[in-house]
């Protein structure tokens, strides 16, 4: 039997309306008429740009491509190519490209960081809740927890972190003495490449497989170090600032790891990566991840809506940030918080006094005798802690594995942060879509 229908192609211009009626029905936008585009441009200050690949872009699409990037959950080459393609993709980022295709991946790069330098976290929160508060309910009562949102890093060895150093320093060092016309140091690199290969490649790494290894690269890096010096203070060569960083961190690693090796004390602000040394590793003390390397943000959630309260790549006690939580919460609902839930680790000294002038209802254990209404009292704990073990942490697994935050792939601090803030507003961004939609079909019947 043969098929006679055939497939009919219009121009976006033919049937606008009814192309942009069923985006609109869709999840993306939901999403779309969930932002108030216009005030989020003006409070990140986002400029139209006559020159450049941005132009391409309004101040509007360039947001639209950062909420985009996470709800299509893909790579920025995978994002372009979906663009050429999807209408929908096209409404949601305020471009129209017809027949023209975007070949240029690198485009979202770059107004990530242009975005990442303007990224205000509380001040956007403001304008994001003020936009979503008539789809908010019980604005005063809040639950908190923290996470944590892991880099892109391969698991740092001492052996690992060495030789990267090494590797790293020994082209530099090749290249600047070949444009300068002078001698390489003798290093026998081939040699000790060659062993650090083999010894990645054993099963079982003995104690003193590990020990010779590490003081070997340790004598190397020092080297190179110190070569590196000479070259510095004999020629006048003016490198790229990423290269004095570089520089910098492979002298710290260096420091770090010597000592640690030479006294055998715990290494304090313990770098993992030379590309991103603002990472730091994080004790979770989980079963099958004990160790984790990220940002550690603390998150405030109001009615299944999360917002980030406090976020650092250094490790910090989220127990002590109660009262920083209540009051971000406040700050943003303009209300008195009744009503908090968290963790056991929450329930410090300090908390409780301030929970208890405040008149806040907690779900931390009493301390001390039971009062007379100590079942009544029991029951409100169950049911905020049931709320927070179910909206709040089930938030965290739903950003991680849904709006690409499982593993943060961006290459700097600020990238990093602002690929955090786009992961978790997107999935606020679809709730609050979907809430509209229906109380709106709620209204109708």
């Known amino acids: 039997m043969k098929c006679n229908t055939a497939f009919q192609f219009f121009p976006l211009s033919e049937n606008y309306d009814a192309h942009y009626t069923r985006f609109l029905e869709g999840d993306l936008g939901k999403i779309y008429s969930a932002i108030d585009w216009d005030d989020l441009v003006t409070t990140l200050n986002i400029t139209e740009q006559k020159k450049g690949r941005n132009y391409l872009f309004s101040p509007k699409g360039r947001l639209g491509l950062m909420f985009l990037k996470h709800y299509a959950n893909c790579s920025d080459r995978k994002m372009i190519e979906q663009l050429n393609s999807n209408l929908d993709y ?169 000592d640690h090796f030479d006294t055998g004390e715990k290494i304090k602000d313990r770098i993992v990566s030379i590309h991103k040394d603002y990472i730091r590793p994080i004790v979770r003390g989980k079963e099958v991840k004990p160790v984790e390397f990220g940002a550690k943000v603390n998150k405030v959630q109001i009615d299944g809506i999360s917002f980030i309260e406090h976020i650092n790549f250094n490790a910090f006690h ?9 009051q971000k919460a406040q700050g943003l609902t303009r209300k008195k918080v009744k009503v908090a839930g968290g963790d056991k680790i929450y329930a410090t000294n300090k908390s409780r006094t301030y929970s208890s002038s405040k008149t806040i209802q907690t779900d931390f254990i009493p301390k001390g005798r039971k009062p007379k209404n100590h079942k009544e009292k029991k029951q409100l704990r169950a049911i905020i802690a049931k709320e927070r073990a179910t909206r709040l942490e089930g938030s965290f697994g739903k950003d ?23 992961g978790i507003h997107t999935g606020n961004a679809l709730e609050i879509g979907r809430r509209k939609i229906a109380q709106t079909d709620q209204q109708i019947a």
């Open 90 to 258: 096209q409404f949601f980022c305020d471009i129209e490209l017809g027949f023209e295709r975007l070949t240029n991946y690198k485009i979202i790069s770059q107004i990530r960081c242009e975005l990442a330098e303007k990224l205000d976290i509380n001040l956007v929160e403001k304008v994001l809740f003020n936009s979503w508060k008539n789809h908010i309910d019980s604005t005063d009562q809040i639950v908190m927890d923290a996470t944590c949102y892991e880099s892109e890093v391969r698991y740092p060895t001492i052996q690992k972190l060495l030789w990267e150093s090494v590797h790293w320093l020994y082209n530099q060092l090749r290249k600047t003495c070949s444009i300068l016309g002078t001698k390489m140091i003798r290093s026998r690199y081939n040699k000790w490449k060659k062993r650090y290969q083999g010894f990645s490649k054993m099963r079982r790494k003995t104690k003193s497989k590990r020990t010779s290894l590490t003081r070997a690269l340790l004598k190397l890096l020092s080297k190179f170090i110190d070569f590196e010096k000479e070259l510095s203070k004999a020629y006048n060569i003016e490198f790229k600032p990423l290269y004095y960083k570089r520089i910098d961190t492979i002298q710290r690693i260096y420091k770090q790891q010597k």
């Open 400 to 422: 991680k594995e849904h709006y690409h935050l499982r593993k943060i792939k961006a290459k700097t601090k600020k990238n990093e942060i602002l690929w955090i803030f786009f």
């Open 318 to 326: 989220e127990g002590n940030r109660f009262i920083q939580t209540v």
